[in-house]
């Protein structure tokens, strides 16, 4: 069957290379939503754990639940605001403050810009004022940068306007609280790192999306996607391949069907632009819900082994590569 590798000392070695931008490994949160951008949410939280990590990210209590006993806090980023112990919840709007439980930990997402999530700045007073009305614990302030990863001013630009949000904060009389805005991009990007603590995506596990005129920090991709051998065939010159016969072989050639396909949640694509896997080999005919086929006899084939270089091929971006897989494919750590 299908199944997807994950190599243990490059994750590893990523968080490595953040500790050493953010100054401690105290300081990261490994953003888990999503089953780990694809890699396995609870394979890739034991990783994190076992490298010392203390805090985590995730999408709802659903993915909460599963890493409960591995880290210190756990942030949930959007689900029903419960009162528990270990969980806070993210305020992303006034409504969520007024329907929040008694007592519950919160978080308060400030929009300084991207305009997506979050309460307006010039909603900070009412917002605070809410929160201590309604007798929520207030543990962190973030922000969520729109374009960390590209060239230009605007990164700064809300930079400067989370500091006007934390000074308005510190001054409210609320203690303990954690700020924190940084996402992979802004981390690989800056020299200096003062906040408590930095949200890690995309960069540990392997992918540094700046462009190459910011310094490189040496990333290594965790995961690599293999293929099965269900069949082989001989194919004669002229025959067609696949769902409407999309490919026709121009010389006599001995092919496979993979198992593989966009039901395990790789792309169908444009058949007339094949995708050309990890070992060179172009993805002959349509992609089939279960199947691919490829000129090889080979027991397994290695698909992807870099989601930036194979997202390229399709014009998108590693976090679609990786998030779209099925999380039905076994992963396995090497």
Do not use: C
Not at 236 to 248: T, W
Not at 301 to 313: C, D, L, R
Request: proline share 1%.
């Amino acid at each position: 069957m299908a199944f997807i590798t994950i190599n243990r000392q490059n994750f590893h070695h990523n968080l490595n290379q953040i500790a050493l931008k953010a100054g401690s490994v105290d300081k990261i949160a490994i953003v888990l939503k999503d089953n780990a951008y694809g890699h396995g949410l609870e394979i890739m939280a034991r990783l994190a754990k076992e490298f010392g990590i203390k805090h985590t990210i995730v999408k709802n209590l659903k993915e909460a639940e599963v890493v409960s006993a591995l880290f210190e806090t756990i942030l949930i980023l959007n689900d029903e605001i419960v009162k528990d112990d270990l969980y806070s919840f993210t305020i992303n709007s006034l409504s969520d403050i007024v329907k929040a439980e008694k007592g519950a930990k919160v978080e308060l997402k400030v929009d300084t810009g991207m305009h997506r999530n979050g309460i307006a700045i010039n909603e900070l007073d009412e917002a605070l004022t809410l929160i201590e009305k309604q007798g929520l614990n207030l543990v962190g302030v973030m922000t969520h940068f729109r374009s960390a990863d590209e060239m230009g001013s605007e990164l700064f630009w809300q930079q400067k306007q989370f500091e006007t949000v934390k000074n308005k904060v510190e001054k409210s009389g609320f203690a303990n609280v954690r700020f924190h805005s940084h996402n992979s991009a802004a981390i690989l990007r800056s020299r200096n790192f003062d906040e408590d603590m930095v949200r890690v995506g995309i960069a540990a596990y392997g992918y540094n999306e700046l462009p190459y005129s910011f310094d490189d920090v040496s990333l290594k991709a965790v995961m690599m996607l293999h293929a099965s051998k269900v069949s082989t065939r001989e194919v004669k010159k002229s025959q067609r391949l696949g769902y409407a016969g999309d490919f026709i072989a121009s010389k006599d050639m001995t092919v496979s069907t993979y198992d593989l396909g966009y039901g395990d949640g790789w792309t169908r694509a444009d058949s007339s632009k094949p995708y050309i896997t990890a070992e060179g080999l172009p993805i002959l005919g349509r992609v089939s819900m279960d199947f691919i086929i490829l000129e090889s006899q080979e027991d397994e084939v290695i698909i992807m082994n870099n989601a930036k270089e194979a997202a390229k091929q399709f014009d998108t971006i590693s976090y679609e590569m990786t998030t779209s897989l099925s999380s039905e494919i076994p992963r396995i750590i090497i």
